[in-house]
């Protein structure tokens, strides 16, 4: 009778039985990675989101800008802090609400060519956290902090509260949506914002579940949904950070039929507009305030 190959068997059965063990917990260490992730993703979420960049980062005395220091309280009683830039025969009185990642002197020279090439009396303030406003940033305070903003031109310039033009960009888009629905503004303007910050982060990190781990919402689909006002909004094609098709569903969900939205090709997320742009916006600015000196 011949010899029989257990020894042969049981080497393979060994090496199949180390394999299998140590694929088992090669993926045990992957997942508890990818869980630990998560986890700090969680935990530093209002960071990511809202990184406040504070004074003194930027030019604080910016040559040739002129402008009125104003400090304010949010409806907490946290200070606030922003920059008026007044007009001698303002067409309008626009609030300008800036992105996450920027504060009242990083947004300066904008609000100055706002203001010249519109003719309108700007306020450009600063979310808690930001600049020299106190506090940390959050959902709920950041949109308080635009509401009394919003009362703080409203009471310096004397106008009803629908007749203020409310303007953001990116994130600043969502708090200017707010205050539309909040005070049924009258004019819009939007600059490369977004539906939600989950469709935002969907489309951007689709390998993280971030419809059930971020609490943090922005829903500017729901807020607008009754939106009857006149709309200008605008994207870039290439925005890397905020994908056109966040602004579009945006569009699209606003009922008014008095709406447009300028795409412009080549252009990211913190690219500079096309020339004409500001033609474009004080077309906007004329045609809503007709009554305007």
Known sequence: MGPTNHSSTGRESGWGGRWIRRSRGFAARCIGVYLAVLLVLFLLENKLIFPAPRFPSGDWNPTG???????????????????????????????????????????????DQLRSSLGVAIFAFDYRGYGR???????????????????????????????????????????????????????VILESTFSSLPDVAARLHWWIPVRWLMRTQLNSVDRISNFQGALLQSHGAEDEMIPLGCG??????????????????????????????????????????????
């Open 133 to 187: 406003s106190e506090g940390a940033a959050h959902e709920a305070g950041v949109l308080a902090d635009g509401r009394a903003a919003h009362r703080w031109l409203v009471e310096r310039s004397g106008v009803a509260p629908d007749k203020v033009i409310v303007m953001g960009r990116s994130l600043g888009g969502a708090v200017a949506v707010d205050l539309a629905k909040e005070y049924e503004s009258g004019a």
């Open 65 to 111: 800008l002129q402008y009125e220091d104003v400090d304010f309280v949010s409806e907490d009683g946290t200070k606030l802090h922003g920059w008026y830039l007044d007009h001698l025969a303002p067409k309008a009185y626009l609030l300008y609400c800036h992105g996450n990642g920027e504060h009242v002197a990083y947004v300066a020279p904008v609000a």
């Open 248 to 293: 579009q569903r945006l569009f699209d969900a606003a009922p008014t039929t008095d709406k447009e939205f300028l795409v412009f090709d080549g252009v990211g997320h913190n690219d500079y507009p096309p020339d004409d742009y500001y033609e474009r916006l004080a077309e906007f600015v004329a045609r809503v305030c007709p009554g305007a000196p």
